[in-house]
C-alpha cells in the first residue's frame, strides 16, 4: 500500500530556533499533502494544504509565516517552524492520498518539544 | 465539509465485539466512509472504508445504512492491543485534495 514517511519522528529545540520536518510519499506521487497537529489528548487539527508547485492554503488561525511549507516536487512537502516557542511543541503529522482509494496515509508524526 | 459525530469514549473487554457509530448527517453523494486508529505518539492507520451497505475485511465490519447518515464499525472479538483513538471521516475518496477534518474520534479502552 501507500507509504509516507515523516522525519524526524522526534525533535528538541531551543527557543527560538527553527526546526524543518519532512514528508516523503514513497511509492506514489502526491500533488496535495496535508499537515495537522495534535497535542496531547486532542485530535488532529488541519494546519495548511501543501500544494505541489505553489504556495500552502492555510487553516485560519495558522501563521503562514510561523509555519513555513514547501512542497517542491510531488514526492516531498517540508514544515519549517520558525522561532520556535513553547508552546509549539506539539505532535506534528502529515498525510497524502495516492488517488488509488484507500483512503489517506499518514506519517508516522514528529514529536517537537522545545525547550 | 461533513462532519461526523462519535461517542467520545467506550469501555470494552477483551474477546467482546465492539461496534462504535457514527453520524454523518450532511454525508455527501461523492462521499465515501472511513475509519482510521490511531494509537499514542502515532499517525493515524486505515482501517476500512465504504461507501454503502456493508464491507468485511481482515480486521473490521463496517455497516452503513441506506440513508448513509450514519455507519458502524465493528470490531470483532477485541484484544488489549485494540485499545486506540478511533476516528470516522467522510470525504470524496477520488479528490486527492480533499480536507479531511478530524472529529473528536472515539477513544476505546479494552479491559483484561
Known amino acids: 500500500g501507500a507509504v509516507v514517511s515523516q522525519h524526524p519522528s522526534w525533535v528538541i529545540c531551543k527557543s527560538g530556533t527553527s526546526v524543518k520536518i519532512e514528508c516523503r510519499s514513497l511509492d506514489f506521487q502526491a500533488t496535495t499533502m496535508f499537515w495537522y497537529r495534535q497535542f496531547p489528548k486532542q485530535s488532529l487539527m488541519l494546519m495548511a494544504t501543501?500544494?505541489?508547485?505553489?504556495?500552502?492554503?492555510?487553516e485560519q488561525g495558522v501563521e503562514k509565516d510561523k509555519f513555513l511549507i514547501n512542497h517542491a516536487s510531488l514526492t516531498l512537502s517540508t514544515l519549517t517552524v520558525t522561532s520556535a516557542h513553547p508552546e509549539d511543541s506539539s505532535f506534528y503529522i502529515c498525510?497524502?492520498?495516492?488517488?488509488?482509494?484507500?483512503?489517506?496515509?499518514f506519517g508516522s508524526g514528529t514529536r517537537l518539544t522545545v525547550v | 465539509l461533513a462532519k461526523t459525530t462519535q461517542p467520545i469514549s467506550m469501555d470494552s473487554y477483551e474477546g467482546q465485539e465492539v461496534n462504535i457509530t457514527c453520524s454523518h448527517n450532511n454525508i455527501a453523494t461523492n462521499d465515501y466512509i472511513t475509519w482510521y486508529q490511531q494509537f499514542p505518539s502515532q499517525g493515524p492507520r486505515f482501517i476500512i472504508q465504504?461507501?454503502?451497505t456493508k464491507v468485511t475485511n481482515e480486521v473490521a465490519s463496517l455497516f452503513i445504512p441506506a440513508d448513509r447518515k450514519s455507519s458502524t464499525l465493528s470490531l470483532p472479538r477485541v484484544s488489549l492491543s485494540d485499545t486506540a483513538v478511533y476516528y470516522c471521516?467522510?470525504?470524496?475518496?477520488?479528490?486527492?485534495?480533499?480536507?479531511?477534518?478530524f472529529g473528536s474520534g472515539t477513544r476505546l479502552l479494552v479491559r483484561p
Open positions: 465504504g461507501y454503502k
Open positions: 498525510s497524502a492520498s495516492s488517488n488509488t482509494g484507500d483512503g489517506y496515509t
Open positions: 471521516l467522510v470525504g470524496d475518496k477520488m479528490d486527492s485534495s480533499y480536507k479531511l477534518i
Open positions: 501543501s500544494n505541489e508547485g505553489s504556495k500552502a492554503t492555510y
